[in-house]
């Protein structure tokens, strides 16, 4: 047998080397620990993502020393945020601060890359075309290893203090490792997009209508990422034949000479569609195991909090095996104070049923956990304050 790996045995194995994988190998590692790091793809494709940050997002990212790389790749920054629903339009300024410009929404092919290359210049050692297949226990059901499947077919045997799940929505260590379901939802949007060239950046800008949602989210180069989103039971309606045609015909209903000039300038790469997913917080934290991103605690991308929770979830994580090592049991106990609240949350803004004033609300106070959440990183002085 061939031996890719350098070691039998690592302080911590992760699976999945995307933003929540790359970003928790990269703490661990600063700390001192010996990480391994494997994803079945090489990691070189994009991924579905609008690429909207949140404010905890930008100042993690900050934090760990990388914005300025995601800044020098030509993502702009984005100073303010505006939610019209229907004619009321609701401009909120992002107050630089903390050596922190504004919001940012780096397309993922560059922001996965830069996480990863931290991790790999940290010391993780990083392979790809490498897939998870089972997991070893001890007597005593805590999970000490893994086996990996090569790109040979050969699978092979890695020991580990701690396994680490960033493995995504259909994780395949959480059901290894049976972690528990605490909530569950069946609610979901369907959501298509692509990219436009051209537009001046005005920040990020969320449209709300009767059931239906679109958005504008300046990304790289220039580039602006379109959005539209619905129930699912309305897709067809609006994007069976001529989709971008039906993206420009739901901006129209808010801003007829936006959707005029998206209608000129066409899109710039293919659309892409997601039909929605259902939701789930399970547990993140086992003996000799976690899961963080998606893997534990998905929602539905109506309220662009996914990256936010990976990153979130990294760090708490680090600092949890930094207090105990190998013992994770204190970071869900930290990601689970809001996680239950912004999970209904957001599925509730995912459900479209409410009228606009309702929806507001429920903006309001998801805004307000975003603000807990901030104010848990010590990052006061970076803010945004969603007006009423
Ligand atoms: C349409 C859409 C729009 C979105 N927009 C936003 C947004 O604007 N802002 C935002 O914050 N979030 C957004 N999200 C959510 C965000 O994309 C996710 O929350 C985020 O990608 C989760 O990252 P992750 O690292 O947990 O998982 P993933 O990005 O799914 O990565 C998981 C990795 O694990 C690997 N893997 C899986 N199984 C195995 C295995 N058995 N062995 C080895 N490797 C494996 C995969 O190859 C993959 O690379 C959006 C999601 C969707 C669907």
């Known amino acids: 047998m061939t031996r890719i790996f350098s070691r039998p045995q690592y302080d911590a194995v992760i699976i999945g080397a995307r933003c929540a994988g790359a970003a928790t190998a990269l703490l661990l590692a600063r700390a001192g620990a010996r990480v391994l790091m494997v994803d079945r793809e090489d990691g070189s494709q994009d991924t579905l993502s609008t690429h909207a940050l949140t404010r905890p997002a930008v100042s993690l990212i900050n934090d760990w020393g990388l914005l300025g790389r995601i800044t020098r790749a030509g993502t702009p920054v984005v100073r303010q945020t505006r939610f019209q629903y229907g004619d009321d339009v609701v401009d909120v300024p992002v107050q630089p601060g903390g050596g922190i410009a504004g919001l940012y929404a780096p397309r993922r092919w560059l922001l996965d890359r830069v996480l990863r290359d931290a991790a790999w210049e940290a010391g993780v050692e990083l392979h790809t075309g490498v897939t998870l297949v089972g997991v070893q226990k001890q007597l005593n059901g805590r999970v000490c290893g893994v086996s990996l499947r090569l790109k040979s077919g050969e699978v092979e045997p890695v020991s580990a203090g701690i396994v680490i799940g960033a493995d995504g929505r259909q994780s395949s260590l959480a059901g290894m490792v049976g972690a528990r379901s605490i909530m569950n939802s069946d609610t979901r949007a369907a959501c298509i997009y692509s990219y436009v060239d051209g537009l001046p950046n005005e ?14 989210i300046p990304t790289a180069d220039g580039a602006h990422c379109f959005f539209a989103a619905c129930d699912p039971r309305a897709m067809r309606r609006w994007f069976n034949f001529d989709a971008f045609g039906g993206m420009v015909q739901m901006l129209s209903q808010w801003d007829p000479e936006l959707a005029a000039e998206l209608a000129a300038r066409g899109p710039i790469e293919r659309l892409r569609r997601f039909a929605g997913a259902p939701g789930h917080l399970r547990d993140c934290a086992g003996p000799g195991w976690a899961l963080v991103g998606d893997a534990g605690y998905f929602k539905d991308p109506a309220t662009a909090h996914g990256i936010t929770d990976a990153f979130l979830d990294a760090q708490r994580l680090a600092d949890a095996l930094s207090e105990t090592p190998g013992e994770a049991a204190a970071y869900q106990t930290a990601r689970d104070r809001l996680a239950p609240h912004m999970f209904t949350l957001t599925q509730q ?32 002085a970076f803010s945004q304050t969603l007006a009423a």
């Open 203 to 216: 920040g990020y800008r969320w449209f709300f209508g009767d059931r239906v949602s679109a958005g504008l």
């Open 349 to 380: 803004i995912a459900s479209y049923d409410w009228d606009l004033a309702q929806l507001k609300q429920l903006h309001m106070a998801f805004n307000a956990c975003l603000k807990q959440e901030q104010s848990e990183l010590g990052h006061c």
